[in-house]
T-cell receptor, first 116, second 113 residues
Framework: DTAVSQTPKYLVTQMGNDKSIKCEQN?????MYWYKQDSKKFLKIMFS???????INETVPNRFSPKSPDKAHLNLHINSLELGDSAVYFCASSQDQLQGSSKGYTFGSGTRLTVV | GESVGLHLPTLSVQEGDNSIINCAYS??????FIWYKQESGKGPQFIIDIRSNMDKRQGQRVTVLLNKTVKHLSLQIAATQPGDSAVYFC????????????FGKGTHLIIQP
């Protein structure tokens, strides 16, 4: 069983569209995250969500919004997509927000978003 | 906040040799560090971690060294194999972890046959 799964794996869409990326974890972890990886492989945190508390990286545009229907899911909604949003987006989870558990964060396999 | 960086973007080593990947961090309050491996088309995978009360930790063929004095950590991979080819990231937690893991820029390790 995949621990952290994301769908879709690839997403190609036009500028201005609204899209969502889904994430589910079956590890029973308390905290989930979204990371953005740019073309230079740099990974930057966008959000963390724990027990209904959302922590947002202040550099993330408000066009991005996480939605958590339950503890096992954290979906990423993006409105009015722009060319610069093209990147690989990774979902992750951890048992303990403060220390990241003894195995750190568990990452999904990523969603490659291409905005044309 | 935490800033984590790597010295070399690309490292090429012969199969069977040992490799060392270095990483520097800026926040002396960081108390937890992790090395991740990312293969092409996949998400980062946990390799090994170390807490700030330790200066060395060993796993299977990997060793992480932490030097808090100069805020530096390294990942040593022994007897490299073709499957070790990947991008390696160091990541750190600071400020109680509320800001999440902060990643360095990554080093691309290439194993030459």
């Amino acid at each position: 069983d995949t621990a952290v799964s994301q769908t879709p794996k690839y997403l190609v869409t036009q500028m201005g569209n609204d899209k969502s990326i889904k994430c589910e974890q079956n590890l029973g972890h308390d905290t989930m995250y979204w990371y953005k990886q740019d073309s230079k492989k740099f990974l930057k945190i966008m959000f963390s969500y724990n027990n209904k508390e959302l922590i947002i990286n202040e550099t993330v545009p408000n066009r991005f919004s996480p939605k958590s229907p339950d503890k096992a899911h954290l979906n990423l909604h993006i409105n009015s997509l722009e060319l610069g949003d093209s990147a690989v987006y990774f979902c992750a989870s951890s048992q303990d927000q403060l220390q990241g558990s003894s195995k750190g964060y568990t990452f999904g396999s990523g969603t490659r978003l291409t905005v044309v | 906040g935490e800033s984590v960086g790597l010295h070399l973007p690309t490292l090429s080593v012969q199969e069977g040799d040992n490799s060392i990947i270095n990483c520097a961090y800026s926040n002396s309050a960081s108390d937890y560090f992790i090395w991740y491996k990312q293969e092409s088309g996949k998400g980062p995978q946990f390799i090994i971690d170390i807490r700030s009360n330790m200066d060395k930790r060993q796993g299977q063929r990997v060793t992480v060294l932490l030097n808090k004095t100069v805020k530096h950590l390294s990942l040593q991979i022994a007897a490299t194999q073709p499957g070790d080819s990947a991008v390696y990231f160091c990541a750190g937690l600071a400020g109680g972890g509320a800001d999440g893991l902060t990643f360095g820029k990554g080093t691309h390790l290439i194993i030459q046959p």
